[in-house]
Structure formats: C-alpha cells, structure tokens
C-alpha cells in the first residue's frame, strides 16, 4: 500500500508499506499513515480548515477527491527523482 507520511498536518513523505504494518511504523515514525489513494496525496500537501490542499503555483488550492492513474503517478515521480 502506498502511504502518506504526515506530521503537524503536512504530508512529508511517501512510503510504500505492508497494511498490517501501519500501527507500528507510526509509532516508529512518530507520524501519521494515510492511504494516498484516498486523495492522492503528495510531499508538501497540507490539511487546512479540515480540507487537503496542494501549493499550485504560489496558491493553495482545494484537492478535489482524484481519480487516480498509479502508473502516470510513477512515471511522474520517477522522472522527478532521477531527473529533477
């Protein structure tokens, strides 16, 4: 399951992890795990006033609940590690 790692209600990292392991690697992490399917979550977003946000070009701007295409999402976050 891919996983967004979030502290003080901004998601800092990415994680791909087993679902039963969850619990413990909040724990270890000291943060909270969210399935990223639900709303597509990314490195930066932010939970505001009980909604996600995303900075879009110097904005904040309202996620809307996505449609999410896993393989465009890899290729996406693969050309901008090794590519940046």
């Given at each position: ?14 994680i ?47 996620l ?21």
């Amino acid at each position: 399951m891919i996983f967004a790692v979030i502290k003080d209600d901004i998601v800092t990292d990415i994680i791909v992890a087993d679902e039963n392991q969850k619990g413990e690697l909040e724990l270890a992490m000291d943060a909270a795990l969210r399935d990223t399917s639900l709303e597509g979550l990314m490195i930066g977003d932010w939970l505001t006033g009980g909604v996600w946000t995303r900075n879009i070009n110097g904005e904040q701007v309202i996620l809307p609940l996505p449609t999410i295409d896993y393989e465009q999402y890899y290729n996406a976050m693969t050309e901008e590690l090794f590519n940046g």
